[in-house]
């Protein structure tokens, strides 16, 4: 029995979108192991309790606008052409992991360049996936080799659509004093979970084992690093239909953190009140009981920017003090879903699970001193 990065079920609720993120904040010691109720995880900034963000009831939102993501799909290799200038292209094939390419013929990229889809940080059974920066390219051509099959790609605008309104928390949401962005504050349409009226990937809760850092593969400098997890939720629900962005946590150059993987209507990111850590989609195979935070950019010959690097820090760091994890500890990871063991690190890389390069050999070279930071 293999763990299924898309559960279904036929008698999952509806919960109520974009009412859940109150102010997160400083908060005193957590005993090791306990469980993460919203009064003990939400907290003002000086440290101060707030009755009103232990619930999802009643919280001040303001509305913001954001772009509605545009896509159009396609099936199958050749060329494909869309009505808008596309941001990413997002594909999925099945067959061999590296048997697919992608050029666009106009847009900022290289006319007629192909680009082998390969090497990004997502992971499928038995196929491959990637999303490619498309430059504002209106057209695009691929090609697959003989052993692959199935293609089917999607062109993802996260820019330039009609306005959106999204009501957002008034203050800023942090977790035990680190901010971080909501999903509304990033613009996340909550419409994205649900396939054929029902919630794509119901969710599943169980406790926190190990860390997982990714990278996102996309390109480094991003000027529009919320347009772009926008595009990665875009891809991961709907191209790769796991319901939901698979990652917990994202961070982009500028040290912002961004809410990851719907984990329920209270308000504690990535946990429900019970203190266990929902299933995500970011290390297939070993998703559940995995913390998956992801770093935007390429960082196979970059290293991260300070300031990402001391926002994951501090993240991580948020995370293995509640939990009573030892971040640099030597662990046997076990599946909870399945029994499938692994022997690992308390906070690793996806590589350590996976053939891939991700979180990139910068990255990956750099994991040593994370976890030294992250215990001091």
């Known amino acids: 029995m293999s763990e299924s990065p898309t559960p279904t079920s036929s008698s999952h609720r509806r919960k109520r979108p974009l009412s859940r993120r109150g ?3 400083a ?20 440290g101060d309790t707030d009755a009103s963000a232990s619930g999802s009831e009643g919280l001040a939102t303001t509305p913001e606008k954001f772009p509605a993501t545009r ?40 006319a007629s360049t192909w680009q082998s889809l390969a090497g990004g940080c997502a992971t499928v059974e038995g196929g491959g996936t990637a999303l490619i920066a498309a430059g504002n390219a209106t057209s695009y051509e691929l090609k697959a080799s003989a052993d692959v099959d199935g293609v089917r ?43 054929d009226g029902k919630v794509n990937s119901p969710e599943k809760y169980y406790p926190l084992q190990v860390l997982t850092v990714h990278h996102t593969a996309t390109p480094n400098d991003d ?17 790769n239909d796991w319901g939901d962005i698979g990652y ?10 961004y809410e990851g993987r719907y984990s329920g209507d209270d308000a504690v990111p990535a946990f429900n009140s019970d203190g266990e850590l929902v299933t995500a989609f ?24 300070d300031a990402a690097k001391a926002a994951l820090i501090r993240l991580i760091k948020v995370v293995c003090r509640i939990k009573g994890l030892n971040p640099q500890a030597k662990v046997t990871y076990t599946n909870p879903v399945n029994g499938v063991t692994k022997d690992t690190n308390t906070i690793g890389g996806h590589r350590d699970y996976f053939d891939t390069e991700c979180p990139g050999q910068t990255m990956y070279d750099l994991l040593a001193e994370v976890r030294a930071a992250v215990a001091h």
Not at 77 to 82: F, H, K, M, S, V
Not at 99 to 108: E, P
Not at 155 to 176: N, Q
């Open 71 to 110: 896509t159009e799909a396609a099936t199958g290799t050749g060329e494909a052409a869309t009505a808008f200038a596309a941001s990413y292209v997002g594909v999925r094939w099945s067959g061999a992991r590296d048997g697919a390419g992608i050029r666009f013929t106009d847009g900022d990229t290289s």
């Open 223 to 239: 000027p529009d690093p919320a347009a772009t997890v926008r595009a990665i939720y875009e891809y991961h629900a709907i191209t």
């Open 282 to 305: 970011h290390s297939l195979g070993y998703n559940s009981g995995n913390l998956g935070i992801a770093l935007i950019g390429s960082l196979q010959d970059k290293a991260p920017t």
């Open 153 to 195: 790609s999607l062109a993802i605008d996260t820019t330039d659509g009609p306005s959106r309104t999204f009501h957002v928390p008034s203050e800023p949401t942090r977790v035990r004093g680190v901010r971080y962005l909501s999903r509304p504050a990033w613009g996340a349409d909550e419409s994205k979970r649900y396939k």
């Open 23 to 25: 102010v997160i904040g």
């Open 27 to 46: 908060a005193g010691a957590v005993a090791a192991g306990t469980a993460l109720t919203p009064m003990v995880f939400a907290a003002t900034e000086s």
């Open 248 to 257: 917990h946590f994202l961070i982009d150059e500028a040290g912002t953190i």
